[in-house]
């Protein structure tokens, strides 16, 4: 007579299966945390060599992603000099990160232009609205 599995049984063996086939993914989502936490340690301390961090890793994809796009998240319109201060030193990762490729060098230093004529514009804005 065939031995009847429980339903228990059953979805114990699926999830050990579907874990060994989401192992890899896992290990993808860690490498991308690390990047991100890595970005944040970056933007908080302002002698962290990003570039020598960065260089024995540049072959891990999520890691590398992780890295940037939390970079990339901080490069928002300012609110204020604080803002603008996040904003900057993004870009500066992301020129460590680059190499100071040409056309990433060219593209921050446009947009820290526009970050900075849009802070002043706000400035001028809230001064005009004051006045009034």
Do not use: W
């Amino acid at each position: 007579m065939a031995e009847i599995k429980s339903t228990i049984d059953l979805v114990m063996e699926r999830l050990a299966r579907m874990d060994l086939d989401d192992a890899p993914d896992m290990d993808e989502e860690e490498q991308a945390k690390e990047g991100m936490r890595l970005a944040a340690e970056f933007l908080r301390e302002p002698g962290f060599d990003l570039a020598g961090t960065v260089e024995g890793r540049r072959a891990e994809r999520p890691f590398l992603r992780g890295l940037v796009d939390a970079l990339l998240r901080n490069v928002v319109l300012p609110r204020d000099d604080q803002q603008q201060t996040n904003a900057r030193r993004a870009m500066e990762g992301l020129l460590a990160i680059g190499g100071q490729a040409g056309d990433l060098a060219g593209a921050c230093a446009d947009l820290q232009n526009i970050l900075q004529r849009y802070l002043d514009h706000r400035k001028q804005l809230r001064q005009q609205l004051e006045d009034a």
